[in-house]
């Protein structure tokens, strides 16, 4: 990489720190050439402090270190995304993030979903949804909604109507997140077994 120390006059480049399995930010630091060499050199974050005026490896006092996954660099050459398997918190207040968040993985929409369930679930005698009275049915009736909803797909994935398909598969899936919520579990538990089978 040919990263532009040059373009800043205290030779600094800004580089964004994520989380390489939640996709989370976590925070910004600067680094000059010998921070990122020596990020490269000993696979832990390193940090050119502007207060201290002095290299700084993240966690060299609290422990919370940044362990380096990959580095890239912008198309200008002059920011750095440097990806990282955080041990511990990443902000010096002690929160995931230096934006007081919780670094946890989120599946975009899924994940959404998955809260619009939980809050249907908890809320059910004040709201009258198809949810909460599936779940009021007890589980046999969600694992049976399951089993309805998988024969539809492969009924539909047998003929030509794209459309008809993707309509029972998102029902497919929609119950099944509903059946982990009724047994206990997450998206990210089924998640975890998946990544557990492919190492």
Not at 30 to 42: I, L, P, S, V
């Amino acid at each position: 990489m040919k990263i532009d120390f040059n373009k800043s006059s205290d030779g600094l480049v800004p580089a964004i720190i994520q989380d390489a399995k939640t996709k989370n930010v976590l925070m910004l630091g600067y680094m000059n050439q010998e921070a990122y060499d020596k990020t490269n050199e000993t696979g832990l974050v390193t940090f050119f402090s502007r207060s201290k005026s002095r290299l700084w490896t993240k966690g060299e006092e609290s422990g919370n270190v940044l362990k380096l996954v990959d580095i890239k660099i912008d198309c200008d050459n002059d920011t750095l995304l440097v990806m990282v398997n955080p041990e511990g918190p990443t902000c010096h207040t002690g929160t995931d993030t230096c934006w007081n968040e919780q670094n946890v993985q989120s599946f975009g929409f899924l994940s959404t979903l998955e809260n619009v369930i939980t809050s249907r679930i908890e809320n059910a005698e004040e709201q009258k949804s198809y949810v909460a009275s599936l779940f009021a049915k007890g589980i046999n009736k969600v694992a049976q909604k399951v089993g309805e909803e998988a024969v539809e797909v492969v009924i539909e994935a047998k003929d030509d109507n794209d459309d008809l398909f993707l309509e029972e598969s998102a029902d497919l899936l929609f119950h099944y997140l509903m059946l982990l919520q009724a047994k206990g579990f997450k998206l990210q538990n089924v998640i975890n077994v998946l990544e557990g089978r492919h190492k």
